[in-house]
């Protein structure tokens, strides 16, 4: 499959979904949105791909941001429209996938970019990445979950101090805060994702779209988390991963 904006590479069962803007810091467009949900729904329906690592070209940025020249012309309405798609069908889609996403935050990450590494389920940064949500400065707010996702990970004070005062954080803040699991090299950034996604593509699949099915719920309005837990659980008992898991232990 062909896309304007992405790249996609396979190594083994692990897919990379690379978004290929450099020259605008690998800016979200409107064409950016719909190829990465194309790319997504692709990579969770694809029996080869185990998980997926999400990352932007070059060393410069993960993503920076939204492409800001498609909002000049949007009214309310239209604000609405861009919000609603954009989060129903690339970062709940992304965080409520079946297979594992690491998103691996090469650069900057800021605006829409931060949401996008929110969605995924772990996030590993470069040293020299930076992180923010500078909506604000627009007279804006983060459209694509930010609000949300970005307290649910850090807490009520620090989001709203990043979101109010716009200000970006470094990798090693951004670890301190608990927005990201790992900070390393430049270097060294590919290479731990893929330690990390290699180690979870080792355990039985169907268990770890359970786990990420029940961790989710915990989080949702009107959800019992706990009650999701259980139901995830008895379906394990129904599968063939967990008899060769049990017998295998019992050996």
């Given at each position: ?9 396979h190594?083994?069962?692990?897919q ?9 810091l690998?800016?979200l ?26 990352t932007?070209a ?15 012309e949007?009214d309310?309405?239209?604000g ?9 069908t690339v970062?709940?889609?992304i965080?409520?996938?079946?297979k594992?996403?690491?998103?691996a ?20 940064a ?8 500078p ?17 649910q990970?850090i ?18 803040e ?6 990201v ?25 169907l ?13 949702k309005?009107g959800v ?16 063939k ?11």
């Amino acid at each position: 499959m062909e896309f304007q904006n992405l790249l996609i590479e396979h190594k083994g069962r692990i897919q990379y979904i690379i978004i290929n803007r450099e020259s605008k810091l690998n800016a979200l467009n409107k064409i950016t949105i719909a190829e990465l949900h194309t790319a997504f729904y692709a990579a969770f329906n694809d029996l080869n791909v185990g998980g997926i690592i999400i990352t932007g070209a070059g060393q410069k940025a993960f993503v920076a941001g939204a492409d800001i020249a498609e909002f000049a012309e949007l009214d309310g309405e239209g604000g609405a429209d861009l919000a609603r798609n954009g989060q129903t069908t690339v970062f709940d889609m992304i965080e409520n996938g079946s297979k594992p996403v690491i998103a691996a935050i090469n650069g900057f990450a800021l605006g829409g970019g931060l949401e996008l590494a929110m969605a995924c389920h772990i996030r590993v940064a470069a040293e020299t990445a930076k992180m923010g949500l500078p909506e604000v400065t627009l007279g804006l707010i983060p459209g694509y979950g930010g609000t949300q996702r970005l307290t649910q990970l850090i807490g009520k004070g620090r989001a709203m101090e990043m979101i109010m005062t716009a200000d970006m954080i470094t990798a090693a803040e951004a670890h301190q805060y608990g927005l990201v699991n790992h900070v390393v090299s430049q270097e060294s950034l590919m290479t731990k994702a893929e330690e990390i996604l290699n180690k979870i593509l080792l355990r039985a699949p169907l268990a770890i779209a359970a786990a990420i099915t029940a961790v989710n719920s915990g989080l949702k309005d009107g959800v019992n988390g706990f009650d999701v837990e259980i139901e995830e659980f008895s379906k394990c008992f129904q599968t063939k991963d967990l008899k060769e898991g049990i017998s295998a232990f019992l050996q």
